[in-house]
């Protein structure tokens, strides 16, 4: 069982950077694959970032490539997302995602977080 919790989100204006943070409670944080995952208003939920394991391999989804990092701290239990020269079509509520695998992590997750809010205003 791994239970996450986001924090990070805000309002920030378009070309800025936030830094978001997931918390795992799970001592074997470092078996699970970690992702980012967003849901804009009146949208459906989208990929955004993942990472393996040991922190090497990462993937993007294309409208983030270039701007975002995911990073994890495997020491620390947590998962990161900086987010640099945001756009108001990065407005989304963010959630954390675990897995035990990259396919797994792309389609049913087994642990979510609640989600943090990030507004990129104009």
């Known amino acids: 069982q791994v239970q996450l919790v986001e924090s990070g989100g805000g309002l920030v204006q378009a070309g800025g950077s936030l830094r978001l943070s997931c918390a795992a409670s799970?001592?074997?944080?470092?078996?699970?694959?970690m992702g980012w995952f967003r849901q804009a208003s009146g949208t459906e939920r989208e990929f955004v970032a993942s990472i393996s394991r040991g922190g090497v391999t990462t993937n993007y989804a294309d409208s983030v490539k270039g701007r975002f990092t995911i990073s994890r701290d495997n020491g620390k239990n947590t998962v990161y997302l900086q987010m640099n020269s945001l756009k108001p079509e990065d407005t989304a509520v963010y959630y954390c995602a675990a897995a035990q695998t990259v396919t797994l992590i792309n389609t049913t997750p087994a642990y979510w977080g609640q989600g943090t809010q990030v507004t990129v205003s104009s």
């Open positions: 799970s001592a074997t944080f470092r078996a699970y694959v």
